[in-house]
């Protein structure tokens, strides 16, 4: 049993080490190849194949990065900068990334220390027979088998320490990853700004001109006929009432009142009391003294929760609903899940089964594709999640439930 | 009737006083904060306060807390509480405890200049004057509910109970005979299932309390 047990985990780091080898053998041609393109950049000729070899470094890189992760199971991070836009750009690109000169050393270092993993042969020859006796006659513990497996981690550690990515590189991906997103945010912002502006122009504004203009025309009318004055302050009146009616909906889009007067929890359980449904709320990680969320963030989850309670007290045909809200070290998570009919379906008649991220990442092809699955309310939610570069899921197969899930990054 | 006004904005103060002053009432007192609030209802003992949600301090719902405190130490003490936006919780606290003289009107209200003065006098006589708006929220935002099965005559005779008017304004608002107003509520309360209570201000509870629970 022991003996069995020692060839196995033998074989598997063998396999391990081979992988290296292999990896090692493969980076020595590759290094000559560099080389080459090295020089053909300085004469000009390849300057193209520069950015094309630093890619494959990183593909070479993050297999090896899949491999050790897949043996110690800790993941290695990646920190590149990316390669786009024009020759020259991409070519800068790929002199500054630090990450890429990193990998480099590590695939310098690699065409040696990736060579120790050839021991594993001795080690066989030599650990069959020897453990054979040792553990198979005097049932002692292997001695020689295991040290493949030492050989495989120690690979993996050295592997470890030279393909985590230097802290700059981290920074100079943390920089890119913000500044899309900040770019992003300020555009979902302009949008937002733009909204505005179209509601207040083509409602209270257009009201309020209509209104000056009759109550102008009661006036010229208030001599001659008063009858007709008082029928057109009538409809003054009536003009008010629905520029002040129209401003309120404008001004609770912009960030619901209750928010500021009660704060995020008592706005949501004001939400859940009056929504008709029987609402399980339960509250994760807030104490009396939490800091408040920024205006910002608790407006979107207020929008979302009033939406999905909305949805759910008027498509899923079930009367109870769970709502959480949970204070996470990233930011805030809404979790909002009624156990009815689900199959929450966007205008086109499409089922929202796919859970189309809001992230950055995303872009304008997947955030066209993100438009189509939603409704229009969960179109909504998505765009006012995204703006503050926030998760928005949605699962709501036929037959229930459907759950919408929410994370807001902010600093608390 | 003698009144106290606690409102921030000095137009919409002056304003409030002068429409008060035109339609025969006295307003004793004005708070422009929410510190003031209190000390003037308990020096001037009014018939009927006119309490802005938003004050300052803190510009939140300091005009609110004032009438729920203030109703505390004066049970009595009628309260109409203003508002630029409604909200439904904010009803429910201050009817909560089946308190009589209590209104919650959007500021637009103040518009319609009789219906306001009869809602504050409805409000100062110990009824209800609850705005069209949190009525309305309150019956359509389910679906399938015995709210469903009304005619439309019998919504809107409804509505208008909810909001606090009597079977006499009701049966003028709807142009309608005071008999079949009286014929609709039966109906109203039968289809509802709610046990047949007198007219008044028990009866706009009863419907409320039916709403906020379904």
Redesign the interface.
């Known amino acids: 049993m022991l003996m069995k047990a020692a060839i196995r985990q033998a074989a598997h780091a063998t396999v391990q080490l081979a992988r290296t080898v292999g990896l090692a053998f493969f980076s020595l041609i590759f290094v000559t190849v560099l080389i080459i393109a090295a020089v053909g950049t300085i004469a000009l000729v390849g300057a193209a194949l520069l950015p094309e070899t630093v890619l494959l470094i990183r593909r070479l890189a993050g297999a090896k990065r899949r491999m050790v992760s897949g043996w110690t199971g800790r993941e290695i991070p990646e920190a590149y900068l990316p390669i786009t836009g024009p020759l020259r750009e991409r070519l800068r690109t790929s002199v500054r990334d630090t990450c890429t000169y990193a990998d480099l050393r590590w695939m310098g270092l690699h065409y040696g220390y990736g060579l120790f993993g050839l021991a594993a042969v001795p080690l066989w020859l030599l650990g069959l027979p020897l453990d054979g006796l040792w553990c198979g006659l005097l049932r002692q513990r292997a001695l020689v088998l295991p040290l493949i497996t030492r050989l495989a981690d120690l690979d993996a550690r050295w592997s470890t320490a030279l393909l985590d990515p230097p802290p700059k590189a981290r920074l100079a991906e943390r920089v890119t990853v913000l500044t899309e997103t900040r770019a992003n945010a300020v555009a979902a912002h302009g949008v937002e700004l733009r909204r505005i502006e179209r509601d207040l122009h083509d409602g209270a504004q257009a009201q309020l001109v209509s209104l000056s203009m009759r109550i102008g025309l009661a006036r010229r009318a208030y001599e001659r006929d008063p009858e007709a004055g008082r029928k057109l302050l009538d409809e003054a009146?009536d003009q008010?009432?629905q520029a002040?009616?129209q401003l309120?909906h404008v001004?609770?889009g912009i960030h619901p009142?209750?928010l500021?007067?009660?704060g995020l929890l008592g706005a949501v359980?004001?939400l859940a009391?009056?929504?008709?449904l029987d609402v399980a709320f339960e509250v994760e990680g807030f104490s009396p003294d939490s800091p408040r969320a920024p205006a910002a963030v608790e407006a979107a989850a207020y929008f979302v929760v009033a939406e999905s309670l909305t949805n759910a007290?008027?498509y899923s045909g079930s009367d109870h609903a769970e709502l959480t809200l949970a204070r996470t070290a990233k930011g805030l998570r809404v979790v909002v899940r009624d156990e009815g009919r689900g199959g929450a379906v966007d205008p086109a008649g499409r089922i929202a089964e796919a859970a189309a991220s809001g992230a950055p990442a995303a872009g304008a092809a997947q955030q066209a594709g993100a438009e189509r699955i939603g409704g229009s309310g969960l179109v909504g939610m998505r765009r006012r999640v995204a703006a503050l570069d926030g998760s928005f899921k949605v699962s709501s197969p036929l037959g229930g439930p459907t759950v919408i899930e929410v994370e807001l990054p902010c600093v608390w | 009737m003698r009144v106290v006004i606690a409102e921030d904005n000095a137009l919409l103060r002056e304003g409030l006083v002068l429409l008060l002053t035109s339609a025969g009432h006295e307003v004793v007192a004005t708070a422009s904060a929410e510190p003031e609030i209190l000390p003037a209802l308990l020096e001037h003992r009014p018939d009927v306060a006119v309490l802005d949600v938003r004050m300052p301090p803190g510009f939140r719902d300091e005009g609110l807390r004032a009438a729920l405190a203030a109703r505390e130490q004066m049970p009595e003490l009628p309260v109409l509480v203003l508002s630029q936006y409604v909200e439904q919780s904010y009803a429910a606290e201050l009817l909560g405890g089946g308190a009589t003289g209590v209104g919650y009107l959007l500021k637009d209200r103040i518009g319609r200049v009789d219906e306001f003065l009869d809602a504050l006098e409805r409000v100062a006589s110990g009824g209800t004057a609850l705005d069209p708006e949190v009525v309305t929220e309150l019956m359509t935002r389910r679906r399938g509910t015995p709210v469903d099965t009304l005619t439309a005559r019998e919504r809107e005779v409804l509505q208008l109970m909810a909001e606090g008017h009597d079977n006499t304004t009701i049966a003028k608002t709807l142009v309608i005979t005071e008999r079949s107003v009286s014929k609709h509520i039966g109906n109203v309360f039968l289809k509802l299932s709610l046990p047949p209570t007198d007219t008044g201000h028990r009866r706009v509870l009863a419907v409320l309390a039916y709403l906020n629970r379904t």
């Open positions: 009146q008010a009432q002040l009616a309120r001004v609770r009142p209750i500021t007067d009660r359980r004001a009391a009056s929504s008709g007290a008027k």
